[in-house]
């Protein structure tokens, strides 16, 4: 069992929901313990509705929801193709989608809505408890035909380091073995927590809650070293505008939208 360094319990709010919570403590290592008893400031809560990432302290609860809010409405309204996203991934009217690896999950956000653009979608993450909030919000929105028929090419959750998973990958890449079973991904798809994420109001509570949480992502430039060893097409990194690269390696190009840049660096046209 691995045992976390990030101070977070598990909760639930009721009996109801406490078989399940503590699953996840036994499998995680964190403490569980009754949403009324709850005296730290980070804990996973497990409610009759969603599994909930809180923040006692600020005041902010989280959950991922595929089906309604900010994500249902932009997959009806957000532009499809003209996105920059789909820029940035390639996407090209005649051709296929191609394959995506989002190696930083994070809240899944991205990864539904290249999946929303056809995508087949594997989803890698670290963190036990966004992998948790992501696999709750997958068995919840599958009930919902038009999810099912969103993912049906493909869509994954991985909990592992990307580092680690790709670097194996990496190892499969040899020419003197026939590998014809692997599947490499045409992209792979980057957006570790960025170091100088403000603290301001201006910062999302997603994105607040997720700082608490995980910090920065110091690994970054090894990361994107073996995304370049992998992806068979190119590799995608999403970046706030301004900010400055993840390494000294200079992108292929960019596609920049009001506040974000992505950084393209091509492997195969
Ligand atoms: C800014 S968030 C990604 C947000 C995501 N694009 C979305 O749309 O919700 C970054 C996430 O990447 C994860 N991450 C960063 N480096 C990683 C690595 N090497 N392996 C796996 N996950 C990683 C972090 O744990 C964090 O959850």
Known sequence: ???PDTPILISYSSDEEKIDALKFSKISGYPCIKKSDVNSSLHLN???AFVELCDSEKNICIHIDF???NLAHRQQFGGG?????AKAIGLKQGTPPPT????TAGLAKDAYVLACLGCSMTLLERSPILVELIRDAIERAKKDEHFKSIIDTGFELIEDSSIHYLNSLADTINPDIACSDIIYPDVIYLDPMYPDRKKSASVKKNMQILQTLL????DT??????????AK????VKRPKGSARLSDIKPTYQVSSKNTRYDIYIIQQ
């Open 1 to 3: 069992m691995n045992i």
């Open 46 to 48: 497990y409610s009759s």
């Open 67 to 69: 089906l309604s809010g």
């Open 81 to 85: 193709r003209s996105q920059s996203i």
């Open 100 to 103: 995506v690896l989002d190696a």
């Open 215 to 218: 910090g920065k992502d110091e």
């Open 221 to 230: 430039q090894e990361l994107l070293d073996a995304a370049l060893k992998v």
């Open 233 to 236: 097409k190119r590799v995608v």
